[in-house]
Structure formats: C-alpha cells, structure tokens
C-alpha cells in the first residue's frame, strides 16, 4: 500500500487510488468535474491540479490522472496549483451563460460552488461566448447546452456505464455537443442519472423545473419502494408536493444510480384523487371517528360470526413496520387468518426463495457488480429490477460472461444493449465450477419451485428478485405467524369479514366477502369495497422500514407531512379561510400507527413501537448507513 504525504499529513491508500481519491480520504476536497467515483478519469477538465513536491512525480499534475505512490509529497494549497485551477475556472466560465439566477441547477451546482469557493468574480474576456441549440429530450430530462464545461460525464455514464447508444459526444475541440442525433425522448431507462450526474445545468429534471431552489426542498434519506431492491434516495418535497427524486449513494446496494422507475414515479404520491379522506359508508369522517366507526363494526361482526371469519391482509408493499402490526392485530383478536400475499403461487414461491437464503449465499447489487459470470434466471431483469440489470452490466463490463437461463429470460434488444449473454435452456448448462465469483439472479414471478430449488442447490451466491419493497419481510413473517395466501383463505371459505392493510386484491378474490375496512394512500379494489375507509401515508411522509430482496433492513425517513399538495388545492381550500393547524387532506396516519389505534381501541395495549421482539434489533437502525442484513447463518 502506497504511503504518500499529502498537505503534511501523512496517509496509507489502497493499491491503485488516484491522489485525489487519496486526498478526500484525509477530507481534503480537490476540485473536480469529469472524475467521478462511478465513471473513473477522464482528464478531461484540469480543475484537479496539485503540485507535486516532492517524490517520483514532481510539478503541476492533474491528481485524478495520478495512481498514488510511495514518496510522494502533494501540496493541494500551493500558489501554482490554485493560481492553475483559478484559471481553468475562468476558462470554462468564458463560455458558460452566468444564468444561475434563472438556471434550475442554482444552488446544487458544482461550477457554481467551485466558481464562488476559487474567487473567480471577474469577466476579462469580452468575445462573444460560445452557443448551442438545445434538445427536446423527452418530458424527463431538459437540456441547457450552453451551460456545458464538457467534462464527459454524461457521455461516459450514459454510454459506457448504462449501455445507451441514443445520446453521446458529437463535434470536436471546443466545438462538442452532448445531445442525440435529433430530438426525442431519451431512450435509457437510466437516463434521469444525467441530472445528478452533470455538474452544472445541462441536465436538470423536468419534471420539477423551477418550483424550488435546493435549500427550499424538505427531503431525507429514503428506499425507493418500486421493486425489491431497495435502492436509496433523497426524495425531495415542497410544499406538501414531492418534486423530485435523486440518488443516494449506498455501496452495497444502488452505489451511485437509480433507475428513472424511481427517480419519476411521484404522480402517485401528488395526486389529487389519493385517498386523503376517511369514510364511512361513503361519507366523510375524521379519522377519530372512522377508527370508531370501525372499532364498531369490527365489534358487531366478531359477535355474529366469531373471530375464525376474520382476515386481516397485510402487502409486501407496505412498511414492515405496518406487516408487524397486521399480525399482532389478528394475533390480539383472534383472527382466522393473517395473510401477506394475494395468491398461492407467489407466496410460495416466495417464501421458499427467502427461506433458501442464508448469511453466506444471499447476494447484493455489489455482489453482482464483481461477479465473473453471472447466470440470469426465470426474469425480466429490466422490467423487474432494472437496477439489477445495470449491475450485471458492470460485471460484463469488467469481462464477466453472463448466461440467461430458461425461457422467461427474454435477450429483447434492451437487454442486448446493456449487455451480451448466451442462451441456454438450463442452469446444468452454465458452467458455474469455471468461475472464481458466479452469481445466480432468479426471478421468482414465473417458474416454479423447481427452478428456485435448483439455484439454491448450486451452493453459490443467489440474489432472488422478488415483488415489492417489503417481500422479504412479509415472507418471514408469513413463516412466523403461519400466515396464509389470501386466495386459500377465501377458496376455504371459512372467512367473510377482512380488515385490508395497502393489499392490492383483485376484485374477484373479494367476492361475497365485506370488506371492513380498508387503509391505503393508493385507490385499489378493496378501498373501493370498503365499509370504512382509513387513508394512509405514503412511504415519505413517515418514517419505517423495507426490507430488501437479499434481506437487508433499510430505514426509510419520513420527507414532508401529509396533505393535499398546495398546487392541488381549489378555491374551497386555498388560500386558507381560517386558521387550522392540519393541512387540508392531511388527517391521515401510517397504516401501522392505524393499526396500533385499532388494537388500543379494543382495549388491547397502547403501542408505540411496532419493532420488538425479534425485530427489536431494527429499532436503532439509521437511514443513513448500508442497512442491516437480517439473513440468519446457515
Ligand atoms: Fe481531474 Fe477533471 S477531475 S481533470
């Protein structure tokens, strides 16, 4: 390990890191543009320079450029090397429209940050500046040319590390554009990474153009809760409105990317028609008094039918949280059933996939990042888990060969562009005992027991894609409280009365059946039946916990209150007509706080704290860090 002395403080770095990877692991920030931890180097903006004292390198270098070596001697605070990197800002500064007063990206733009800290406030150049036509991207993404320091970042994201071939590099010298060959709509499904990717304005997101700056943003550490793999996010709100979504960087998990299912997915939350209002028998209630109302007919109906006739149905789409409170709710009355999964063949295939995984072969994204071949079992990698896909991309990049088994493994050509596997019919096909890391991904929406058996008994690394943010949570609990899929309940017929926690039930399950109640912030066939109807908040507007596809324990925090967006609100609600401390359509709890109110109204005991006995463990857990993984050792 090579040991250098950087700013007169000594430091030991792993073979390979670059000085400025060397500095920021002593907290000396270097500027930069083009190197990015993702991307690697570029050289491509000069903003990096140091000065090299001492050592086998000497003079003004480009500390991105430069491995680490024994000797070295870096002084990132001489004269030269600051003189230098003034400079390269007043160059790119030469040609950039000074519009951050009007620019999107004002206030979380690098440029402006590295501009103001290098005192750079002078225009000494008075030529004309550079200017470019911008593109119709699509409704995503908006393009600002003129604001490009042409550092490559969006080229070598876009192209190399998420296999797009629709936008790229065109021109030469000072005369580049980054754009695609016409307009149009970006075709990646990772494209929305160019927002977060680009230092300056180029790339900004549509979607929540000009409606803050970056300080008016509410926002916290988040779990995107669109598929099983529990990438992380900043999701960022204003206004009782989430604008945005941007990436979060956890290592193990999404490193530094989302996908644009997750970053432009907040109609839901936003929208107007959400459930926000309470109800009985289709007239508005408060909360307070639906809950009563429930506690009432809950009541009623225990009496005249006996607990056996009661379901209560959790969703692998809610927080573990709300699923724990679902079965302590049928625990406390007696319920004939708990249940987390609608139909039979999900929830076994399920819970036999989770019950397979261990401590010692449950696989992350960054598994799948450094494995050397990679079989993709039984799944539509990009349509169930693209992240997924942009991971075994990484592996492919770095020389791994990838198989895609069985049928339901379609090499349609957006797959083909992330990366190239070989076809094979069965995993005795795949030639796993060659490969110092193999890797299995199998789906578990397809095929049956048979295939989830097979890549278990492979006895090397596994990462089953499941269905929904919580999938995991829901298969343990299932297995801990004997939970049933609610199709068997109902083809058993003993139940006529369920209590439905944000389960999405097709109509037809819920035939001849009353629907109690019913509590979720999305419209679906149960809150439609329902007899009380109990909105809920959205994953940002509480704090809880998802547990992802490889049973890692991720901590969600809660982003803005709930109400109705202010852009929403008509004549009736806004501007306000008298003082009131709630926030129109926001008399709305989680569903787990629901359930605790249920169970006190009962006259069972209040509950604070949904995560105790074998889950006590998640209750210190931080937003912040890489989760918890709650695999038990084989
Ligand atoms: Fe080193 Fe751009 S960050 S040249």
């Known amino acids: 390990m090579p040991r250098l002395i950087i700013d007169d403080i000594p430091v030991e770095v792993p073979e390979g890191t670059n000085v400025l990877e060397a500095a920021r692991s002593l907290g000396i920030t270097i500027p930069h543009f083009c190197w990015h931890p993702a991307l690697g180097k570029a050289g491509a903006c000069r903003v990096c320079a140091v000065k090299m004292l001492d050592g086998p390198v000497k003079g003004l270098q480009?500390?991105?450029?430069?491995?680490?070596?024994?000797?070295?001697?870096?002084?990132?605070?001489?004269?030269?090397?600051?003189?230098?990197?003034?400079?390269?800002?007043?160059?790119?500064?030469?040609?950039?429209?000074?519009?951050?007063?009007?620019?999107?990206?004002?206030?979380?733009?690098?440029?402006?940050?590295?501009?103001?800290?290098?005192?750079?406030?002078?225009?000494?150049?008075?030529?004309?500046?550079?200017?470019?036509?911008?593109?119709?991207?699509?409704?995503?993404?908006?393009?600002?040319?003129?604001?490009?320091?042409?550092?490559?970042?969006?080229?070598?994201?876009?192209?190399?590390?998420?296999?797009?071939?629709?936008?790229?590099?065109?021109?030469?010298?000072?005369?580049?554009?980054?754009?695609?060959?016409?307009?149009?709509?970006?075709?990646?499904?990772?494209?929305?990474?160019?927002?977060?990717?680009?230092?300056?304005?180029?790339?900004?997101?549509?979607?929540?153009?000009?409606?803050?700056?970056?300080?008016?943003?509410?926002?916290?550490?988040?779990?995107?809760?669109?598929?099983?793999?529990?990438?992380?996010?900043?999701?960022?709100?204003?206004?009782?409105?989430?604008?945005?979504?941007?990436?979060?960087?956890?290592?193990?998990?999404?490193?530094?990317?989302?996908?644009?299912?997750?970053?432009f997915s907040n109609s839901t939350v936003n929208a107007t028609d959400r459930p926000r209002q309470a109800m009985v028998d289709g007239q508005p209630f408060s909360m307070d008094d639906a809950l009563d109302g429930l506690v009432e007919r809950l009541s009623e109906f225990l009496e005249l039918h006996g607990p056996g006739s009661l379901a209560i149905v959790g969703s692998p789409r809610m927080s573990h949280e709300g699923n724990i409170m679902a079965a302590r709710l049928a625990e406390m009355l007696g319920a004939g059933t708990v249940s987390y999964f609608g139909d039979v063949v999900h929830a076994e295939r399920t819970i036999e996939a989770v019950s397979l995984l261990h401590a010692g072969n449950s696989a992350s994204q960054e598994d799948v990042r450094h494995a050397d071949l990679i079989a993709v079992m039984d799944c539509d990698l990009q349509d169930e888990a693209p992240m997924m896909a942009l991971a075994v991309r990484q592996a492919w990049r770095d020389g791994a060969q990838v198989f895609s088994v069985g049928s339901e493994c379609p090499i349609n050509s957006a797959q083909q562009q992330l990366f190239d596997s070989t076809a094979v019919s069965s995993l005795s096909d795949v030639p796993l005992a060659s490969a110092v890391r193999p890797l299995i991904i199998c789906g578990t929406r397809h095929k049956g027991l048979e295939q989830i058996r097979a890549a278990a008994a492979s006895s090397v690394r596994l990462a089953f894609i499941l269905e929904g943010p919580n999938t995991w949570g829901c298969a343990q609990l299932a297995f801990e409280h004997e939970a049933q899929p609610f199709s068997q309940t109902v083809a058993d017929k003993r139940v006529k009365g369920i209590i439905s926690l944000e389960a999405d039930l097709p109509a037809e399950m819920l035939d001849g059946i009353r629907v109690l109640g019913a509590a979720d912030w999305r419209q679906t066939g149960p809150l439609a039946r329902a007899e009380v109807v109990l909105p809920t908040c959205a994953w940002v507007e509480q704090d809880g916990t998802f547990i992802n596809h490889e049973g890692r324990a991720q901590r969600f925090k809660q982003v803005m209150r709930p109400g109705l967006p202010i852009k929403g609100l008509n004549r009736e609600h806004h501007p306000p007509r008298m003082h009131r401390h709630d926030a129109p359509g926001g008399d709305i709890l989680p569903a787990w706080q629901i359930v605790a109110e249920l169970i006190k109204r009962l006259g069972g005991e209040q509950i604070n704290n949904p995560l105790d006995a074998i889950w006590a463990e998640l209750q210190g857990l931080s937003a912040e860090g890489p989760g918890v993984l709650l695999n038990r050792e084989k």
Not at 119 to 126: A, N, Q
Not at 151 to 160: D, K, L
Not at 205 to 215: C, H, L, P, Q, S
Not at 241 to 263: H, S
């Open 62 to 263: 480009m500390s991105c450029m430069l491995t680490a070596q024994n000797g070295m001697v870096v002084s990132t605070t001489d004269d030269e090397a600051v003189a230098m990197r003034r400079s390269v800002i007043e160059w790119l500064m030469i040609n950039h429209p000074h519009d951050c007063p009007v620019c999107d990206e004002g206030g979380e733009c690098q440029l402006q940050d590295y501009t103001i800290a290098g005192g750079h406030g002078i225009r000494r150049y008075d030529g004309l500046k550079r200017t470019h036509v911008n593109q119709d991207l699509g409704e995503q993404v908006a393009h600002e040319m003129n604001r490009c320091i042409q550092c490559y970042r969006c080229a070598r994201f876009y192209q190399e590390y998420a296999g797009g071939t629709d936008f790229g590099v065109t021109g030469h010298a000072a005369g580049v554009y980054f754009g695609r060959l016409q307009n149009g709509r970006l075709e990646s499904p990772f494209s929305g990474n160019l927002v977060d990717i680009c230092p300056t304005g180029v790339f900004t997101d549509k979607t929540a153009r000009f409606r803050a700056r970056y300080w008016d943003y509410e926002m916290a550490p988040s779990v995107c809760p669109h598929c099983s793999l529990g990438c992380n996010t900043i999701p960022m709100a204003r206004y009782r409105e989430l604008l945005k979504v941007t990436a979060r960087r956890n290592d193990a998990v999404n490193g530094w990317f989302i996908c644009d299912r997750g970053r």
